[in-house]
């Protein structure tokens, strides 16, 4: 019975494989049999996942083919893909084992044909235009002569040539060059970096920040001139404080650039002299309105002296002006003498008027009518208000006395109390305290003896002991000398 269990079925001695056996297989064959291919078709559906890398389907009128673009594989592409673009991919075709999906691993991206090229480069201009960064009112006025001048371009054309040898013909400038690639995958970023770097730059520092920027490129197709129609340098450009020129291939070429930015120039050269004016015509136009301001000048002055001699001829002579007012001084001074008599004539006339009015009565009247005033006036003044006043004074007089006197006695005798610790001081530190103890000090000829050889040398000797002093000599007398009195005490003056 076993047996027969045991032996394999008639039809089913086919080889069991596992799942990723299979997975593996279906994998291996699909990257042996296609390698690296090239697939053309319509971007699909586009989403960019939270790691970073690109998913979107490749599609046609029939068929969908899943891509997949690594996060490090998408600042390699010349073009990312957008939705409804025309495209021809490039990558290695594999499978995922996990959900039984084959896609394509796309590490390079190209449009398929200038026409998809210019529709994507409409779309986008519609988009920058309808968020207004074409609009005329945010463009910015190019300064008159710039300190400083920003290019980005690629240092090693001839584009960075033609405008230093533009630049030094009209007007030599500081130029400061950022170097970029100016086509190819790596131009927009890098042309995106250099005019925010720009932009970045510290006013007055140790790299100052440039008054204007110029962003140029020779000529060249649209798919070179491609990396200025991105939307990333649109926008860059777009947000630029400092006024931006944009010298994008030749005259006839036009990139997304040039709408954003503050001025269009044809060409490279046509740039530079968009930039600075030409020195040798600013100095001329300078002489010539030097010289035309002197002529308006002189031209004034001589009509102001026209006008001037002019108006004097009009004026009447001086003589004539002074005879009228001199005739009129000389009737004046005629009729003063007869007009003072008449005058003094009058005023004696009214004195004489008055002091027959003025009466001894009506003095008398008026004398005791102000003697009564007086009067009045005195027994309304009363001097009790003033002799409190000088009562208050006196007290507070006094009590300032009292106070004065207290504090001057306080202090003689705080200056008493340091004068005495004073004179106990210097008891302490003098001598005659150490020759209380047993000590003497020798003199000779009033001078200290302080070894044996200075005492050998001389004969006579004075030896101060603390009750006196005792005079010693070759003939062996001594004689003491009494210590002086102390003068009698005559009081402290504190």
Not at 23 to 38: A, D, P
Not at 88 to 105: E, H, I, M, P
Not at 157 to 167: F, Y
Not at 435 to 460: M, N, S
């Amino acid at each position: 019975m076993s047996d027969l269990l045991d032996d394999p079925i008639p039809g089913q001695n086919t080889p069991e494989y596992t799942v990723s056996d299979i997975s593996g297989e279906v994998k291996r064959t699909l990257e042996g049999t296609f390698g690296r291919i090239r697939v053309r078709g319509e971007v699909g559906r586009v989403f960019k996942a939270r790691s970073g890398h690109l998913y979107y389907d490749i599609k046609d009128d029939r068929n969908v083919l899943a891509c997949t673009t690594w996060k490090g594989q998408i600042s390699g592409l010349s073009v990312v893909p957008e939705e409804g673009l025309e495209v021809v991919v490039t990558g290695r075709l594999t499978a995922f084992g996990a959900q039984s999906k084959y896609n394509l691993n796309v590490d390079e991206v190209a449009v398929a044909g200038q026409g998809a090229l210019m529709a994507l480069l409409e779309k986008r201009k519609k988009q920058l235009e309808a968020e207004g960064l074409f609009a005329p009112e945010r463009k910015k006025p190019l300064p008159y002569l710039p300190q400083i001048i920003g290019v980005v371009t690629s240092p090693s054309g001839a584009v960075i040539r033609d405008i230093l040898h533009r630049l030094r013909d009209r007007f030599p400038r500081k130029v400061l060059i950022w170097p970029v690639a100016v086509q190819g995958a790596n131009c927009a970023p890098e042309v995106t970096r250099a005019i925010e770097g720009f932009n970045n730059l510290t006013p007055g520092g140790a790299l100052p920040r440039p008054d204007l920027i110029i962003v140029a490129r020779g000529g060249g197709s649209i798919e070179d001139l491609w990396g200025f129609n991105e939307e990333s340098v649109a926008r860059a450009t777009a947000a630029s404080e400092i006024p931006l020129i944009s010298a994008v291939g030749h005259e006839t070429d036009t990139t997304l650039i040039d709408y954003v930015s503050d001025r269009r120039a044809p060409t490279p050269t046509a740039a530079a002299e968009l930039a600075v004016p030409v020195r040798m015509e600013l100095l001329a136009w300078t002489n010539e309105q030097g010289a035309r301001l002197s002529r308006a000048a002189t031209d004034a002055v001589q009509r102001r002296s026209q006008r001037l001699r002019d108006l004097s001829r009009a004026l009447p002579r001086p003589d004539t002006l002074l005879e009228s007012p001199r005739q009129r001084l000389d009737q004046i001074s005629e009729r003063l003498p007869n007009a003072l008599i008449r005058g003094v004539q009058n005023r004696r006339v009214k004195l004489l008027d008055s002091a027959a009015r003025l009466r001894p009565s009506t003095l008398r009247s008026f004398v005791e009518t102000r003697r009564d005033r007086w009067r009045n006036l005195s027994s309304r003044l009363s001097l009790r208000p003033i002799q409190r006043e000088l009562e208050t004074r006196r007290d507070t007089l006094n009590r300032l006395s009292d106070r004065l006197n207290a504090a001057q006695s306080t202090r003689l005798d705080r200056l008493r109390q340091q004068m005495e610790a004073t004179d106990r001081l210097r008891e302490t530190l003098s001598y005659k305290a150490t020759l209380g103890r047993g000590y003497a000090v020798v003199r000779a000829d009033g001078e200290v003896i302080t070894t044996k050889a200075q005492a050998a040398g001389h004969t006579a000797l004075e030896i101060e002991f603390a009750d006196g002093r005792l005079q010693t000599g070759t003939q062996g007398k001594a004689s003491t000398k009494k210590p002086k009195q102390a003068p009698p005490d005559q009081g402290s003056l504190f």
